[in-house]
Nanobody, 125 residues
Framework: QVQLVESGGGLVQAGGSLRLSCAAS????????MAWFRQAPGKEREFVASSRWSDSHLYYTSSVTDSVNSRFTISRDNAKNTVFLQMNSLKPEDTAVYYC??????????????WGQGTQVTVSS
């Protein structure tokens, strides 16, 4: 079992930055791929980024959206059972609830069996 708790969301002006954190409890955190998804009002949940460890190397996949790739960075600290999402140059269209997930390395929601409750990010223009 893995429990996930996100934090770090809030209200920020366009152009600003936020760093989201996701603290995981339970065993074998390092064996899980960790991902961030987001869901904007009226839209489907979408993949943002995922990370996994293999042979001591960190692999990550970012969103297929170039805009997100150049501004968001996923990282993780296995010693602290925490995954982060650094978001820079935020835009109003980044407004969404951001969810942390644990599971298999994938951009598909169906690959993740554990989800946090979400943290709201609101970007004002």
């Amino acid at each position: 079992q893995v429990q996930l708790v996100e934090s770090g969301g809030g209200l920020v002006q366009a152009g600003g930055s936020l760093r989201l954190s996701c603290a995981a409890s339970g065993r074998s955190f390092s064996s899980y791929s960790m991902a961030w998804f987001r869901q904007a009002p009226g839209k489907e949940r979408e993949f943002v980024a995922s990370s996994r460890w293999s042979d001591s190397h960190l692999y990550y996949t970012s969103s297929v959206t170039d805009s997100v790739n150049s501004r968001f960075t996923i990282s993780r600290d296995n010693a602290k059972n925490t995954v982060f999402l650094q978001m820079n140059s935020l835009k109003p269209e980044d407004t969404a609830v951001y969810y942390c997930a644990a599971g298999a390395y994938s951009a598909s929601q169906q690959s993740y069996g554990y989800w946090g409750q979400g943290t709201q990010v609101t970007v004002s223009s």
